[in-house]
């Protein structure tokens, strides 16, 4: 505890390119980008088995599939083969982001079409009924409805991703990982527990963003009612929603 | 794969080491896991802090957590249990909300009913409560199973023989072989796990399996 | 009732599984020769290579032998060699010398044995060293030697300011890396990428231009292949780097010293040179190409 302290109070950590606030920084666009990627596949792909059905025993396994793969192993592949075909400096780091997107896509993608199979029958039915088009059902009531599953998801991929993103400074990537693996080489504990410590107050943050932004996002409609003390004694039968 | 042919013993024996690391902290995690999961249906408050602090130690990362274990644990740096304990941590940390959604999903009317033929509380959590959660506990199970599989291969930067170590091998020496067997080698052990996990789960819920009775 | 039974056979398998395998990394007993060693090594080829190669010859002579092998860096398997947890390394007299005693003077191979010598603590005892050696260098593309007219690290400090050194992430703290270049050539590089131990990284960056200078070892096939230049080193920053055994001195019996120094009698700078090809380039197991070589060398 004393040399998680003592790491982070000490300026000289505070300043420059290898300094905390630019490792974050780093750290925070690598998710962002991951992010974006992995949503730009997941989404659209996880709406349209949902919304369709087809493809389900497909997806489904290959999302298994790829969460299964050795994040390290797949990393290093990607470096050996993709790094001396890209030049400048992105020569480490797309072929990490290419991998944190296999690590992003399983979560969004289930969370997408989990989303869409949750969707009550009733409210489709509804929707078809007053003349909507299977596309404007898809947008203006299955992704809607899907949302919070989806949010979740995002919110799963989130974590595992800021989390998982250190590996990546074994292949000379930035972000927070650094502090792990330059620590670890010269067994700095106070600076390796400090990364630990930093990672784990980012993921937290970056969860807390996705919170809020799914607060305003997410029709109350669709909000589960409060989570209630189950009294043994005198059970009531269900409230309706709130 | 002529260089799989010929490092199959090799290959063998870091799969067996593998398989150990992984396979502990699921059975201890889960062992653990159950009475954390309990305490957060029994004491409602006690939900969310603990699945805060699970959600958060999930959150730290793997290396990290693997180096500064022999601190904390006080064992030696190359020792395998600083790896299994981590890992531990983590399967506790996924399963103790899986267990928690497991056991609050059983229908309230089954417990009194079950209350209501004379089964005393701790015969009715493991004869009926437990058993009726075991599918959604079984599919977090299988989440930490091929979580682990991952997690453990991380533990070739610090000198743990496994499966990981065909990775730090062949990039050291920029040979992609080793490191496409390591892949496939975990990929496939994930899937055995997976299996297995399905299976147990499949033999204790003979219920669900429709058809015959009992 | 039955269901408790089904769970408690299926949980007393699963512990009687875990517990009748064992842990399948437990060591073997003693050998032939009623000793048992632990060999480690760093993190990067040659050293595994020597870890092989030390392994293979103590086997021959009976010594039971369990390797750990790629242990990250100095700060973590010398607490590991200090501990017990291994007990013989393949080491480098120059490096190891200044990494435990950051003012020893490792000028010349004499001088380096010497101060390791001094600098060891009473439980470790290093061998004989082979003549053997691999030093750390700072390597640039020949297009970059070209351009500043590069020969040696002196040549570098008017124009580090403008250039990237990249090397492995210890580098920053060791005695004979970034500082060292900075207080005994005046070198200052505008900026440190960690890399790797001189692996594939630092090969591909320095051919990538991600860095300009860069850590490579004087065994390393890639500085030939890839046309790199090794600047001088006149001022001995990096010293004399043989290689050397260091054992635990309860491990050192006479067989185990005969064993290793008959290794370092054989061993050369341009044989071991050859071993890393064959191991890095020709992709052979480390294990392997030990093996063979001892066996040649009448050793196994």
Partial sequence: MNLIVAYLTDPAHWQGSGGIPARVLEHLIYTLVTLLVAAAIGVPLGLWVGHTGRGRWAVVNLVNGMRSVPTLGLLFVAVLVLGPRIRGDLAFVVPSILVLVVLAVPPILAGAYAGVDAVDPLARDAAKAMGMSSREVLFGVELPCALPLLFGGLRSAALQVVATATIAAAVSVGGLGRLLIDGQAVRDYGQMAAGAVLVAALALAVDLVFALVQRVAVSPGLVPARRRPIDRKNPTPANPVA | ?214 | MKLIRIAAAGVLAALALAGCAGNPMASSGAGASGESIVVGSANFPESELLADIYAEALKAKGVAVTTKLNIASRETYVPALKSGEINLIPEYTGNFAKYLNKDADVADEAKALAALRAALPDTLVALEPAKAQDKDAVVVTAATASKYSLTSIADLAPVAGQLVLGGPPEWPTRANGVPGLASVYGVTFKEFKPLDVAGPLSVQALKNDQVQATNLFTTDPSIKANGFVVLDDPKNLFGAQNVIPVITKAKASDTVKGALNAVSAKLDTDTLAGLVTKVVVDKKDASAVASEWLKAQGLA
């Avoid at chain 2, 500064?68 to 299994?84: A, E, H, S, Y």
């Fill in chain 2, 1 to 214: 794969m002529t260089w799989f042919l010929d490092h199959l013993a090799q290959v063998g024996g870091l799969l067996v080491t593998h398989a150990y690391l992984a396979v502990v902290p699921l059975v201890v995690g889960l062992a653990l896991a159950v009475p954390l999961g309990w305490l957060a249906t029994r004491f409602p408050r006690l939900y969310t802090p603990l699945i805060t602090a699970s959600g958060l130690l999930y959150t730290i990362p793997s290396l990290a957590l693997f180096v500064l274990m022999p601190l904390v644990l006080g064992l030696g740096i190359l020792n395998p249990l600083n790896v299994i304990v981590a890992l531990t941590l983590y399967t506790v940390a996924l399963l103790v909300r899986t267990v928690a959604d497991g056991l609050s999903s059983v229908p309230e009317q089954v417990r009194q009913a079950a209350t209501a033929m004379g089964i005393g509380p701790v015969r009715r959590f493991v004869t009926v409560e437990l058993p009726l959660a075991v599918p959604v506990i079984a599919a977090g199970l299988r989440v930490a199973a091929v979580s682990n599989v991952s997690i453990v291969s991380v533990a070739a930067l610090i000198g743990i023989a496994q499966l990981g170590s065909l990775f730090t091998d062949g990039f050291a020496r920029d040979f992609l072989d080793p490191i496409v067997v390591g892949i496939v080698a975990c990929i496939v052990l994930a899937l055995i796990l997976d299996l297995a996990i399905v299976a147990l789960a499949r033999a204790v819920t003979p219920w669900l399996r429709g058809g015959r009775a009992g």
